[in-house]
C-alpha cells in the first residue's frame, strides 16, 4: 500500500512539473525549456512498462529489417534510456540531445556509448556522409520547427533512418515522412498505447 502511494505521488510531480517545463514547447526548437524538464530525473517516464515495450519493439523492427548494426545515431537521446537498448543491436550508439543534463546522465547510463549536447545539424563525430548504419529519431519529431530539413539531414548522416511517432501525432508529422520514397511502416503496441515505426533506406 505504501509502495503504491509513493508511485501515485511520484506521478503526481512528474505530471505537474512536465506540466510547467513543457509551457511554450511544440514545433518550435524550444531548447531551453526541453533542458529545464530535466531539472528532474526521468522526466519523461522512460522507466515505464510502455516505453520499454517501445524499445524492445523499435529493437525487433531493426534486428528483422537491419540486422547487427556497427554504427547507431540516436537524435534526442535524453538521459540515455533507449541509448541503452540500442547498443544490444549496434556495435556502437551514439546519442544527441539539446539538454547538457540529460547527457551527463546519459554517459553514466551508458559508458561505452558516445555523447554530445547538440543538434542534428552539428553532430560532432565523422563529417562523410553517410556517417552512420542507422539514424533514428523516436518521439522528438514533435518539438522541432522544421521536420523536413531534420528528415533530410537524417539522410545525408544514415546509410537508414527510422522514426517512431505517437500514434495520436500521425497526422501532424505523418505527411512529412510520406514524402520519402520508399517508406516503409509497422507498429507497436502496449495497452491501449500505440507509436507508428517508420524506416527508409538511403541509396
Avoid at 526521468?42 to 510502455?50: F, I, K, V
Avoid at 558516445?114 to 565523422?126: I, K, R
Avoid at 533530410?152 to 512529412?176: D, K, Q, W, Y
Wanted: glycine share 8%; hydrophobic share 40%; proline share 3%.
Amino acid at each position: 500500500m505504501l509502495k503504491k502511494a509513493r508511485t501515485l505521488l511520484q506521478k503526481i510531480k512528474r505530471r505537474s512539473w512536465m506540466k510547467y517545463a513543457l509551457r511554450g514547447v511544440g514545433p518550435n526548437d524550444n531548447f531551453e525549456r526541453l533542458d529545464l524538464a530535466y531539472s528532474i530525473e526521468d522526466p519523461w517516464n522512460m522507466d515505464s512498462a510502455g516505453e520499454i515495450a517501445r524499445f524492445e519493439g523499435t529493437n525487433r523492427i531493426i534486428e528483422r529489417e537491419f540486422g547487427k548494426l556497427d554504427s547507431l545515431l540516436e537524435i534526442g537521446c535524453g538521459e540515455g534510456h533507449q541509448s541503452s537498448h540500442f547498443a544490444r543491436v549496434a556495435r556502437q550508439v551514439h546519442g544527441i540531445d539539446v539538454s547538457e543534463k540529460a547527457i551527463r546522465r546519459a554517459r553514466e547510463r551508458l559508458p561505452q556509448g558516445e555523447f554530445a549536447a547538440t543538434d542534428v545539424f552539428n553532430q560532432p563525430w565523422s563529417k562523410a556522409t553517410p556517417a552512420f548504419d542507422l539514424v533514428t529519431a523516436c518521439e522528438v519529431l514533435y518539438y522541432m520547427s522544421d521536420v523536413d530539413r531534420t528528415l533530410a539531414r537524417m539522410s545525408e548522416l544514415g546509410r537508414n533512418c527510422l522514426v517512431t511517432i505517437f500514434a495520436p501525432a500521425a497526422r501532424r508529422v505523418g505527411p512529412h515522412l510520406d514524402r520519402i520514397e520508399g517508406l516503409q511502416k509497422d507498429w507497436i503496441w502496449h495497452g491501449g498505447t500505440v507509436w507508428l515505426v517508420c524506416w527508409w533506406r538511403n541509396g
